[in-house]
């Protein structure tokens, strides 16, 4: 039930509406009042708030979930990127919420029911650090985020006692697309509260009732604002929207555009050393505007980084690009005439943190794709000319950690105190001279470690087609064999006498030329006998000028025990006789049996054989040399495959050749 008192200072009207309000500041001389039973008592005048450009105002209404809220009460707070906002919201239902109001970012926020964490211990705030992962709401949260923010002011109804300089140690938490925060302003070594909620659109809360003169936030662009630098005076334009940099171009020293105080400067020799002006900014100079796939976007911001690696500095630049219309920011990122577009992910799972520290070189799966970890290395900020969103300091150095699944390249940054995921994509350098009709860009130098391989999709399109000609060339030569083969010329048993003689099959007319002559030999009778061979020689004999050509067959029938019983009998043999000319032709049989096993041979008085001559069908020396033929595309594009990624896992922790020593 709301509660109505009158302000000792100044006789005003001062309301309490929310059951869970303790604290109110009169709007007219800013008294702090704490609300008790028998009463209020004075606390004195609450500090006074820091001009911004928030729409937003104490009485401001809207929807959330299509439940109503009012605005009733605000916390200012401060930390080293600046200013945020705390608005305290009041349901129709007399619940309370709060929406965070951070960077043109708006998060909406709930007090966590006990039940959620009950007998969850967290951790004191020193003991937390990026990456910690906890369990509670059906989801596993990451901390991303420690700030030891401090509040500047209040305003309006507020559920606990704050002023001017209060410590609000917080940390923020993530889980997908949830966000949380555990709030340590009640002592850092007490548990803390537990905020659970989401990151949401502002326009889709249906506001009313906002802070007149001020524009509701569709996009990062605001009215320009003439700086000049602190240090050597140069002129420094301030045009968007959250801005808590802007660097130099003529020093390269760092300001902070609220106080006007210099975050970080750069010495010449290092100035020199960067190159800076020659290179990042003449690739993609700030102002520039492009329509990059399907968005406007506007070059706001230049920051140049480099590794070391054994001695030697690797420099790359990142270009901050604001939508324009729209909330957001993006990034190019440009290393030896590679480009990739990236973002900050709103669906970060913490699954990838909990993958990470389990085996951080190992692979991430994200979105449906599998990453493979790239390379670990400390990125230093060398140079940096624009606006940014965030106080970005010259000198201050991040661990990354690279996952590759070309085109895409999924980073996780850490510092001290943050932990954040960025996620980029490949593009062209002609696509992006185009976006932002820029002159002619350097051509990409090297294998970019998430450059899409030109070698993928071909070797990919080549064993396809090889696949499908194979097939037809298969079908081609069993159809051929069908469609040439003839009826036998040579269809009879024939009998091996024990004595060896020579037999005759019955001779046979060719009326022309056959490329190929089948001769087919199936014997039964070694079957009736154990471990011994028996080799036929044919002699294809024409009985009109006594041509002679020969072959072999060997038959062999052969069983033992070897961890179980086991039989081999080999009764089927074929011979081809080549390119027989025509004419009158006859088999004449000779064979020779196993000499250490003449008793069982003994037992034998004549052995029978099976034999068929025909002509043979499709040579199946043409069908492998067809797919020899068709395979060497294949083969090539599958090692220039090889051979890219070779070249790209070459740049990174894991080679796929290992260097070698010169002394090796």
Same mark, same amino acid.
């Given at each position: $039930?709301?509660?109505?008192?009158?302000? !000792?200072?100044?006789?005003?009207?001062?309301?309490?509406?929310?059951?869970? @309000?303790?604290?109110?500041?009169?709007?007219?001389?800013?008294?702090?009042?704490?609300?008790?039973?028998?009463?209020?008592?004075?606390?004195?005048?609450?500090?006074?708030?820091? =001009?911004?450009?928030? !729409?937003?105002?104490?009485?401001?209404?809207?929807?959330?979930?299509?439940?109503?809220?009012?605005?009733?009460?605000?916390?200012?707070?401060?930390?080293?990127?600046?200013?945020?906002?705390?608005?305290?919201?009041?349901?129709?239902?007399?619940?309370?919420?709060?929406? @965070?109001?951070?960077?043109? =970012?708006? $998060?909406?926020?709930?007090?966590?029911?006990?039940?959620?964490?009950?007998?969850?211990?967290?951790?004191?705030?020193?003991?937390?650090?990026?990456?910690? $992962?906890?369990?509670?709401?059906?989801?596993?949260?990451?901390?991303?985020?420690?700030?030891?923010?401090?509040?500047?002011?209040?305003?309006?109804?507020?559920?606990?006692?704050?002023? &001017?300089?209060?410590?609000? *140690?917080?940390?923020?938490?993530?889980?997908?697309?949830?966000?949380?925060?555990?709030?340590?302003?009640?002592?850092?070594?007490? *548990? !803390?509260?537990?905020?659970? &909620?989401?990151?949401?659109?502002?326009?889709?809360?249906?506001?009313?009732?906002?802070?007149?003169?001020?524009?509701? !936030?569709? &996009?990062?662009?605001?009215?320009?604002?003439?700086?000049?630098?602190?240090?050597?005076?140069? *002129?420094?334009?301030?045009?968007?929207?959250?801005?808590?940099?802007?660097?130099?171009?003529?020093c390269g020293s760092v300001t902070d555009p609220e106080t006007g105080t210099i975050i970080s400067r750069l010495n010449k020799m290092r100035r020199r050393r960067a190159n800076f002006n020659k290179t990042a900014l003449a690739r993609l100079p700030l102002g520039k505007v492009g329509k990059l796939r399907g968005e406007k976007l506007e070059a706001i911001g230049c920051m140049?980084?480099? $590794?070391?690696? =054994?001695?030697?500095?690797?420099?790359?630049?990142?270009?901050?690009? /604001?939508?324009?219309?729209?909330?957001?920011?993006?990034?190019?990122?440009?290393?030896?005439?590679?480009? @990739?577009? /990236?973002?900050? *992910?709103?669906?970060?799972?913490?699954?990838?943190?909990?993958?990470?520290?389990?085996?951080?070189?190992?692979?991430?799966?994200?979105?449906?794709?599998?990453?493979?970890?790239?390379?670990?290395?400390?990125?230093?900020?060398?140079?940096?000319?624009? =606006?940014?969103?965030?106080?970005?300091?010259?000198?201050e150095t991040s661990a990354l950690d690279d996952y590759v699944a070309p085109p895409l390249l999924l980073s996780r940054e850490a510092t001290g105190k943050e932990i954040s995921w960025s996620i980029a994509e490949y593009l062209p350098h002609t696509e992006i001279q185009q976006a932002f009709g820029l002159e002619k860009l350097q051509s990409p130098t090297g294998v970019y470690a998430n450059q899409p391989s030109p070698w993928q999709e071909r070797a990919r399109s080549a064993w396809f087609a090889f696949g499908a000609f194979a097939l037809i060339a298969l079908c081609l030569y069993l159809a051929l064999s069908q469609l040439l083969r003839s009826e036998p010329y040579v269809r009879e048993n024939v009998y091996l006498l024990q004595n060896g003689e020579a037999v005759l099959s019955e001779p046979f007319t060719l009326t022309q030329k056959v490329s190929a002559l089948h001769v087919s030999g199936e014997t039964q009778a070694l079957g009736s006998l154990d471990n011994t061979w028996l080799e036929l020689s044919l002699s294809l004999i024409n009985e009109q000028d006594g041509d002679v050509r020969y072959g072999d067959m060997e038959f062999s029938h052969y069983s033992g025990w070897d961890d179980g019983a086991w039989d081999e009998n080999i009764a089927q043999r074929k011979l081809v006789f080549r390119d027989v000319p025509p004419g009158t032709w006859r088999l004449m049989l000779e064979h020779t049996v196993d000499p250490l096993q003449t008793t069982q041979w003994q037992q034998v008085s004549e052995i029978p054989l099976s034999l068929v001559v025909h002509k043979g069908g499709a040579s199946s020396t043409n069908l492998w040399i067809l797919l020899l033929a068709l395979v060497i595309w294949p083969l090539f594009a599958f090692l220039g495959r090889m051979s890219f990624e070779i070249r790209r896992w070459a740049e990174s922790d894991h080679p796929i050749v290992q260097p070698v020593d010169d002394d090796e």
């Open positions: $039930m709301a509660r109505t008192t009158v302000c !000792p200072s100044c006789g005003a009207s001062v309301t309490f509406r929310a059951a869970a @309000s303790i604290l109110a500041v009169c709007e007219y001389c800013r008294t702090t009042l704490i609300n008790l039973e028998e009463g209020v008592e004075n606390l004195g005048k609450m500090a006074a708030l820091v =001009e911004d450009n928030s !729409p937003l105002c104490l009485g401001a209404q809207g929807r959330y979930r299509k439940a109503h809220f009012t605005v009733v009460g605000r916390i200012q707070l401060n930390h080293e990127q600046g200013f945020w906002n705390e608005w305290f919201l009041l349901f129709d239902n007399l619940r309370t919420g709060w929406l @965070s109001e951070a960077g043109g =970012e708006y $998060m909406f926020s709930f007090l966590a029911d006990s039940s959620v964490h009950s007998g969850r211990a967290f951790p004191s705030f020193a003991g937390l650090k990026p990456g910690d $992962m906890f369990t509670f709401d059906k989801s596993e949260w990451t901390v991303s985020n420690l700030e030891r923010a401090k509040c500047v002011a209040g305003e309006g109804e507020l559920p606990f006692k704050v002023g &001017g300089g209060y410590p609000a *140690p917080v940390a923020d938490l993530r889980a997908d697309t949830r966000m949380a925060t555990l709030d340590y302003s009640e002592g850092e070594d007490k *548990p !803390p509260l537990l905020f659970i &909620g989401e990151v949401v659109d502002f326009s889709s809360l249906k506001w009313r009732n906002l802070r007149a003169g001020i524009p509701i !936030p569709t &996009g990062p662009k605001t009215p320009a604002r003439a700086l000049r630098c602190t240090h050597c005076g140069a *002129p420094l334009e301030l045009k968007h929207e959250g801005i808590l940099a802007v660097a130099c171009a003529q140049q980084r480099f $590794m070391t690696v =054994e001695g030697v500095d690797y420099r790359w630049r990142e270009y901050l690009l /604001a939508r324009v219309g729209q909330p957001g920011y993006r990034w190019l990122i440009e290393y030896d005439g590679h480009w @990739s577009l /990236a973002d900050t *992910p709103g669906d970060v799972p913490s699954a990838l943190n909990a993958a990470y520290f389990k085996n951080p070189i190992g692979k991430l799966s994200y979105r449906g794709q599998t990453f493979k970890h790239f390379q670990h290395y400390n990125a230093t900020v060398e140079y940096v000319v624009g =606006e940014f969103t965030w106080r970005v300091k010259a000198g």
